[in-house]
Structure formats: structure tokens, C-alpha cells
């Protein structure tokens, strides 16, 4: 059996309580309707306030904060195909929540690992950020990831950048954390505009690229190395290496 | 002729690359509502360089003139070499625009000895206060004390500073006053031990120190090496010490001669033994010794020592103690608390070590599951390290191959 829902966190809770009480047995669980045709049952799922609210409270009363949190995490993973490990996750806590710390269960380390990959992608995100000042003072970072992290993003610039203004701008998924005097958060951007730099970003951006050429050693250089720690894929907006 | 500010980053930063220390670890979350900066207690990389290494801080030269002559150093005092200073201010306002656009963590500070040390420090200070009391900067700040500089003025530079480190540079007296005849170890300790003094009169904790060691410009094995990093350590006089392969950027007739390549291999070995002090618990006399003072370049230390000590192996998986499995080659910290973590619901099997994806790649030769060896290569010193070094390739038969040589014997065609 395949099964559909909506891609919303409500959509897969009403999911694990149709399957959790009808018994179903789903091989695979999509966000779409396959185009071509399949020989196996397809179930829609239609997302219900009522049911998600129900599993929801379930899971808060039964689960560790840990686990708790850890399946809010994976819903940020969004490029990944999480949902079946997830499904058989909460199934088994509601069983035995001992066994969502037996990382002998496949679901357990797979959901655990895939945590772990999240962070990392946020701490890589960390460093590699880059901002721009806009003429009003505000910082802007262009970001284009792996997950859904502008959230942690955020969070994590909250306390460097506490007493300045700015965006954390998701192009892909467009969303953007925002901090400002009005707004603290994460927004949907529906369209917006490239934003005028201020009169200084030449300079430091130009001074940035000095420094980081003049601090690399000739005769150890390792581009292989360099690419490793670096993945292109992370320097679209690394101002060193546009 | 004044010089643009890119021509002197271009000259100070350049002059700073070879100093490796760049972490900006192991300081608490230190963030205050309204200022700006905040550090980080795991450390994080901005970017790496051409070379591979990451770049955490800003880390530059305040000023490349100096008034020392050490043999091994590309601003001494005789080279004929571009010199710049940046002015306190100028250096305070780039670290901030730096840091504003997440280029960096901080700044790691360092200089050249201009006019006198105590006149360098002041300036080193001058910038520091420009940033904490001026722009309210929390973020990271790692300085490089002068010896031989005012105690007084080491005092406020550990008061606002991170991190404070002094170059020990060569691991033997007798080889800095050959090659740098203005240091003694006793002068550039004596800065650490000060500032060690003081950050505790304030705090239980002391301040983070580090030092850095130049590894084949002259004799000392690694044991001396490692000798030394270990009574640093335990006397917790540092947190971390670096090592540098030598590289030569000067002629000197005392320096050894040309080199094709740094020692690398050699610097990387060290830092594995470096860690094997700080975080697996073993001593430096368990790694190198006075038969073979120096560590095998074939080998892992971890790996190397395991070989000496085949006595301890192979090791049960689901029986050995915590302090025991971070003594298997191959399997390192994180791999000890899986293995931990899945002991206490089930007793593993090989396939449930590869399941966890632990590497097995070394750790097979080493250890035993259910009272079961998998490896099969005999359990002898000399088979184990061959294996590691070049393993078995599967040995694949070519039928025709096979064909020929058979009825070479058979007589048949």
C-alpha cells in the first residue's frame, strides 16, 4: 500500500493515527500522486485537525523531550525521504518508549543519524553564512541548503548579532528569518527585490578576499583538502570565492 | 610611501599565516542582550584556505617590524622584506566589519616586536580595549603575549582576552639559542605562568593558553616532543599545544639544509599522539620510548602501540571497559559511545558493529565479538601490520588464466 499526505506536519500526524488505528501496512508514502500507474493501493491521506491534535498530545505525554524534539527536527529535513522511519519511530515508541533510545532498531539510527547530518549542516551553515550590509545598516545573508534551517540560523545569529538588524534569506524554499525592531521570526517571502549594498561592502568584501589569499601556504597548498571541508555546493554566496 | 590597507592586510596576514594556532574552541557562551559577538564552545570554521586549513579568526600581525633576529622567522629583523603596522583602530574597526559579515569568530592578535616589548603590548592592548569597551564586542580574542613585556601590562591584555599564547618555538634550550638567540624557554613560559597566576586570582578557571612548536628544523625526537606537551599538559599549563613541520623561509647557515618538503607526515603524527594524551588517557612513555623514540610514519600511533602491546588483544567488544575500547585502533570516541549505547540493549555481532557503521578497517585485527575473531589474518605483530598497511587484495581467478596453467600440467589442450 502507498500513501499520500500533504507534506504538512498536521498531514503526517493524521497519517500515523490512520495507520496507528486502521492497521494499515504502508510500503512507501509519498507527497504526490505518482503519474504512472502502479499496481499497488493508493490511500490519500486528507490531514485532520482533530487526529493530528490527538497524536500530538500522545506523543508530548509518552515520549522523551529528547525524542519529542528529535521528530520536530527531522520534519526539517525536507529533501530527504524520512517518513516511513519516522511512521515506524513513533509507532514503536507508542509501544515501548525504552526502545527510541535501542539504536539496534534501524529506524532509531537512521532518524538519529539523519538528526546528526541536520546539525552538522547547520553548524557548516554557521561559518559559512555570509552577510552584506544594506545601506540602512541591516545584514543580509542569501542561504541555499540541503534542509530547512533558516530557523536555526536565526536562533544562532540571535545572539551574536544581538543588537543589529537582519534577514537570513532561504531562496529556495523562500522563507527568511527576520530580526528586527518590529519582527522577530520566520517569514515566507513571496518576491523581493535585490536589496541596495551599503557604501563600505566593496571595501570589506575586497579586504575579506585579500586576507583570506594571503593566508594560505604556497607550498602546502591542497585544493582536494581545501574542496573537502568546502564543498562547492556551500560556496554560492562565500563571498572568497565568488 | 604610506601603503593602502589591502597592501597592508596583504603584508600582515601573510606574515601571520605560518603561526597554525586558529581554533577558537572551548569557550562557554559568553552573549549579552544588546552587544554584538558571542563565541561558540565547539569552535566554528569560516572557510579554509588553499592549503586546506581553517580559518577561524582574523589572524594577523599588528605590525611585521621587529627588532629580533630569530633564524627560522620571515620578519626578522635582517630579512629585507615589506614591513606595515596596522594602527589600533584601524585593526578594532576591520575585526568588527569581519565580524558583522560572518567572515570570522574573533581576532587572533599577534606582532612583531616594534621599538620595545613592552611598547608592542601596550598596542596590542589599545586595540583590545577599542573592542570590548568601545564596540562591546564579546566575540573571540586570542593574543600572542611578548615576552619579556611588562607583567603588569599581561595582566589587562588576560583580563579582556580569550586565549593567550607564548611560542615555545624549539623543544630544547640549546636550540633556541641557535636559532633564536633573544628567547630562552624560561622567557617565554615565564608570560603563561603569569598570566595562569592572575586569571585564577579571579576565577577558579584559568584562562585557555597555547604554544606552538616548530617540528625538523633541528634534532629533537618526538619523544622530547611529546615529553614536553605532556609536563605542559599535566601541569595544566596549556590547554593545547601546535605543531608545525618546518618550513623554510630563510637561508641560514644554522638552519638544516634545503629540505624538498615540510615534514608533514611527521606533524601529523604528532598531533594524533597529542590526541592520544589529551583524550584517550595515555601517557607519552606508552607511545614512544627510549628503543624507538620516534613514531612509525607507516602506522597510526594508536595502531602502533596496540602492535607493542598485542597482549591486550584481541579485546571482547560486549565485556570491555569504556577505557579499554578507546584503546582499539581504529575506533575513536564517538565510536565508543555507540558501541556503549547498543551494549545496553542487545550483545553485538560483527554485522551489528558494521550496522552502526563503525570502521572496522583497523579495528577487525583487534577485536573479538561473542568471543569470535573475523579477521584472518594471523594474530602476529608483523601479519597485522602488513595487513593494515597494504591489505590483501581479493584474489580473483581468471578462468582462461586458470585454463592454461592447468593444462600446462595435464599435458592437456
New interface residues.
Given amino acids: 500500500m502507498i500513501l499520500v499526505y500533504d507534506k504538512t506536519f498536521e498531514g503526517f500526524l493524521t497519517l500515523v493515527y490512520d495507520v496507528y488505528y486502521e492497521k494499515l501496512q504502508p510500503k512507501k508514502i509519498l507527497t504526490k500522486f505518482p503519474n504512472t500507474l502502479l499496481l499497488e493501493d493508493i490511500l490519500e491521506i486528507k490531514t485532520d485537525e482533530e487526529k493530528s491534535l490527538k497524536v500530538l498530545e500522545a506523543m508530548k505525554k509518552k515520549f522523551p523531550k529528547k525524542c519529542f524534539e528529535l521528530i520536530l527536527n527531522i520534519f526539517m529535513c525536507d529533501t530527504k525521504e524520512f517518513e516511513l522511519n519516522l511512521l515506524r519511530y513513533i509507532i514503536l515508541g507508542f509501544r515501548d518508549s525504552n526502545e527510541l533510545?535501542?539504536?539496534?532498531q534501524?529506524e532509531v539510527?537512521f532518524l538519529q543519524?539523519l538528526e546528526k547530518e541536520l546539525f552538522r549542516h547547520v553548524?557548516k551553515m554557521?561559518?559559512?553564512?555570509?552577510?552584506?550590509?544594506l545601506k540602512d545598516g541591516t545584514?543580509y545573508?542569501k542561504i541555499e541548503t540541503k534542509f530547512n534551517i533558516v530557523y536555526f540560523l536565526g536562533k544562532h545569529?540571535f545572539?551574536?548579532?544581538?543588537?543589529?538588524n537582519y534577514i537570513i534569506h532561504d531562496i529556495n524554499r523562500k522563507l527568511a528569518f527576520i530580526k528586527n525592531s518590529d519582527f522577530l521570526g520566520v517569514q515566507s517571502i513571496a518576491s523581493f527585490e535585490e536589496p541596495k549594498l551599503s557604501q563600505?561592502e566593496q571595501?570589506?568584501k575586497?579586504?575579506?578576499t585579500?586576507?583570506?589569499e594571503?593566508?594560505?601556504?604556497?607550498?602546502?597548498?591542497?585544493?582536494?583538502?581545501?574542496q573537502?571541508?568546502?564543498p562547492l555546493l556551500y560556496r554560492i554566496y562565500?563571498?572568497?570565492f565568488l | 610611501m604610506r601603503k593602502d590597507i589591502y597592501e597592508k592586510m596583504q603584508i600582515l596576514a601573510d606574515s601571520a599565516k605560518y603561526d597554525v594556532s586558529c581554533s577558537s574552541s572551548g569557550s562557554d557562551n559568553n552573549h549579552k542582550t544588546g552587544e554584538l559577538g558571542a563565541t561558540h564552545n565547539s569552535g566554528i570554521c569560516h572557510t579554509f584556505t588553499a592549503d586546506g586549513r581553517c580559518v577561524s579568526l582574523l589572524k594577523v600581525l599588528l605590525t611585521n617590524f621587529c627588532i629580533y633576529d630569530c633564524a627560522y622567522c620571515i620578519n626578522k629583523k635582517s630579512n629585507n622584506i615589506k614591513r606595515a603596522a596596522f594602527s589600533p583602530r584601524e585593526l578594532a574597526d576591520i575585526t568588527i566589519n569581519f565580524y558583522k559579515r560572518n567572515y570570522i569568530e574573533g581576532l587572533f592578535l599577534s606582532s612583531g616586536i616594534i621599538q620595545s616589548e613592552d611598547n608592542t603590548m601596550n598596542m596590542i592592548l589599545r586595540t583590545l580595549k577599542i573592542l570590548r569597551h568601545e564596540y562591546r564586542f564579546n566575540g573571540y580574542i586570542h593574543v600572542k603575549l611578548i615576552p619579556g613585556s611588562d607583567e603588569k601590562l599581561i595582566e589587562q591584555v588576560v583580563a579582556l582576552a580569550n586565549r593567550v599564547s607564548s611560542n615555545i618555538e624549539l623543544p630544547s634550550d640549546n636550540s633556541l639559542k641557535l636559532l633564536a638567540p633573544n628567547k630562552t624557554k624560561q622567557k617565554v613560559l615565564q608570560p603563561l605562568k603569569h598570566a595562569r597566576e592572575k586569571s585564577l586570582e579571579k576565577d577558579t578557571k584559568p584562562i585557555g593558553m597555547s604554544t606552538q612548536l616548530i617540528v625538523g628544523a633541528t634534532p629533537e625526537s618526538d619523544k622530547d616532543i611529546l615529553k614536553l606537551s605532556s609536563v605542559l599538559y599535566d601541569k595544566a599549563l596549556l590547554k593545547r599545544v601546535y605543531y608545525s613541520a618546518y618550513i623554510p623561509v630563510n637561508d641560514d647557515k644554522n638552519l638544516p639544509a634545503i629540505i624538498n618538503k615540510p615534514p608533514l607526515l611527521r606533524e601529523h603524527r604528532l598531533y594524533q599522539a597529542d590526541w592520544l594524551l589529551r583524550f584517550y588517557d595515555f601517557s607519552y612513555d606508552e607511545i614512544v620510548s627510549d628503543e624507538f623514540p620516534n613514531l612509525d610514519e607507516e602506522v597510526d600511533p594508536k595502531t602502533s602501540w596496540a602492535l607493542l602491546n598485542l597482549q591486550y588483544f584481541p579485546m571482547e567488544i560486549n565485556k570491555a571497559s569504556k577505557d579499554e575500547l578507546l584503546r582499539i585502533p581504529g575506533i575513536g570516541v564517538r565510536g565508543v559511545f555507540k558501541i556503549l549505547k547498543a551494549r545496553r540493549f542487545k550483545s553485538l555481532d560483527f554485522d551489528d558493529l558494521k550496522k552502526l557503521k563503525i570502521s572496522l578497517k583497523r579495528a577487525k585485527y583487534f577485536i573479538t565479538c561473542k568471543g569470535k575473531y573475523h579477521s584472518k589474518t594471523p594474530f602476529y605483530k608483523e601479519d597485522i601490520k602488513q595487513a593494515i598497511i597494504a591489505p590483501p587484495k581479493k584474489k580473483i581467478i581468471q578462468p582462461s588464466l586458470f585454463d592454461i596453467n592447468y593444462s600446462h600440467i595435464t599435458g592437456e589442450l
Fill in positions: 533510545f535501542n539504536i539496534n534501524k539510527f543519524n553548524h554557521t561559518g559559512f553564512a555570509r552577510f552584506e550590509e545584514l545573508a545569529f545572539k551574536r548579532l544581538n543588537n543589529q563600505n571595501k570589506f575586497k579586504l575579506w585579500t586576507f583570506f594571503a593566508v594560505a601556504i604556497q607550498t602546502r597548498e591542497n585544493k582536494k583538502c581545501q573537502n571541508f568546502v562565500m563571498t572568497e
